[in-house]
């Protein structure tokens, strides 16, 4: 009994050591990650705080670039790096003044021609505030809506929550920018995967707050 039990703990020294060195730590060494903030092509430096300060002054977006550690040549298929880097925020942006109006067509209605390709609309349909609401719910200012039956129990839901920058070592991320955010903190919040397959991986975790002036 005592040689077999012996036996079955070298059969498992030598199976554990065998799957590490096939599935090793995604970096030679520690993973890491490097984030800073962009603005019509100006890096910004974070101010003795840790603030990114932008001054608006009509452009519509920012950006936020990274750089990642390289992984092993285990996580890099066809010279592609298995990572990725999510992005998200605490800031919503919602329909409080916006209306528009769509032209309404009649079904065997007038046309321009005589091919029947350009209908003439006989009147248009104003979209109100409770429309806008309805159709399209509050936007995250990274890129992303909740849906509006959005299932929190469902092993998919983490996926719906962020963008995503996949498979460089150099992720960007345009971020909603408008002058109705004058004086608001932004916190954008950033997980950076180290091999997004099977076998070892890691993340790495950010968060940038930024200062609308």
Known sequence: MRKISYILLVLCFIGCKKYDNIYPTPCDGNCGTTYGVVYENQNISPNPNGYYEIHWNGSEYFQITGRLTPVREQYIINKVPLVEAKF???????????????????????????TLNTPIPFGNYTYTLNDLIGLHP????????????????????????????????????????????????????????????????????????????
């Open 88 to 114: 998200d925020s605490d800031y919503w942006v919602v329909f409080d003044t916006l209306l528009f109006q769509t032209p309404m067509y009649s079904y065997l209605g007038w046309f321009n021609d005589n």
């Open 138 to 213: 509050p936007t995250n200012i990274v890129g992303y809506q909740i849906p509006k039956y959005f299932c929190t129990e469902c092993p998919y839901a983490p996926t719906l929550v962020g963008t995503y920058s996949k498979y460089t070592y150099n992720p960007t991320q345009n971020i909603l920018l408008d002058n109705e955010m004058i004086g608001d903190t932004i916190n954008i919040f950033i997980e950076s995967m180290f091999n997004t397959d099977i076998g070892g991986s890691e993340i790495v975790e950010n968060h940038i707050k930024v200062i609308i002036l």
